[in-house]
């Protein structure tokens, strides 16, 4: 069964296998202590400190492991916005960051701090020189992702990094879907990664602090990796992390341009394949691996069982996909359709011939979710006299909403106004991607009795 769903975890890599295997027997005891075992211990964790201080471009003195990337994030905003609290308590992101970021800048607004989300474009890119334009008197921390987790794109880190530099700003990267194709581009002040993206165990992130940030560990003190990640540490999972991210490393050159090609053929044939499909994410400027689509009409949940039924393990950032009902907040922030997202992410050694079954399939499924959930055919209905129309879709959820205006719209002359009437949040990205990918006027939205009134007006 293929599995397509590398940016949430990569299969654990032959070589971490083999390290975490070995250093098992080897690195079970406490490196912290100095008789026979734990100086073998010892000198395990040190070497797997260099390969990855190596990989990442630091020094190993300033590379500490820690339970998680998650942990690794929150630590690293936690101590850099305490060393540096004399500044101030603002703290700037982009709109598009890994909601560990976001939950970190949730926690210093609750405590009285403040946050600045510097917004993206439609490729989930932020802008030259927004980041200059956020950063105040008062910032102690700037962070940015350099790839996002859920498009691809990347972010332009040495740019943003110089414009912290000329602040006088520290720059935290979340390099946790990257580090695997390679080290981040020089300027980074922080930086964070978890192992189990490129293929090493889970339970392993990184975290790197070059020697000159003032940086103040929260929480209890403990002796163990610089006071910054207390607890055991497993040095097993350290080990194979390391193994791991080195050889990936080496691997990334070829292994990318082989997955970008793959990637390619899918950003191109998806939409030849099948109707009403909008790929989002920079088209050049990404992560060779990713690339993420959303099909109009199709319930996130249902097209994502579906294509595991065929055999794809695939992922997606639809409001249909989640408790809360609420589309992901990067397609929110890029403005993007979030009906029917898809993302498909592809591990190393990916096939070609599983790539090109999964586009065999996916016309087939989507045409067949689309079908269950009544959707409009390609063939529109002549217009009918109705100068304006209002559609109540209250109480039901994506992408219902939508397939209801497609169905009204052809009774709609040229110039008429449809009002759909949704409570779901996702109709506030769909309606108006819906009106861009169909060429007709978003006129805008207005809030009515229990939700909200989404206006469009008929050009063709």
Partial sequence: ???FDAASAAPLHPVARQALLASLDEGWADPARLYREGRR?????DAAREAAAD????????LVFTP???RALHDGIAGALAGRRRTGRHLVVSAVEHSAVLQSAAALEAAGGTCTQVPVDRTGRVAPGAYAAALRADTALAALQSANHEVGTEQPVAEVAEECRAAGVPLLVDAAQSLGWGRVADGWSLLTASAHKWGGPSGVGLLAVRKGVRFAPQGPADERESGRAPGFPDLPAI???AASLRAVQAEAAAEGARLRALVDRVRARVPELVRDVEVVGDPERRLPH???FSCLYVDGESLLHALDRAGFSVSSGSSCTSSTLTPSHVLRAMGVLSEGNV???LPSGTAEEDVERFLEVLPGVVASVR???GAPTEAAAPAGETAELVIDTLGKRCPIPVIELAKAFPGVPVGGLVTVLSDDEAARLDVPAWCGMRGQEYVGERVVEGGVAYTVRRLS
């Fill in 1 to 3: 069964m293929p599995y």
């Fill in 41 to 45: 211990a010892r000198l395990l964790l």
């Fill in 55 to 62: 990989a990442v471009g630091c020094r190993p003195d300033e």
């Fill in 68 to 70: 998680s990337g998650t």
């Fill in 239 to 241: 080990v194979a992390a």
């Fill in 290 to 292: 990713l690339v993420t």
């Fill in 343 to 345: 993302r498909v992410s």
């Fill in 371 to 373: 079908e269950q959930l």
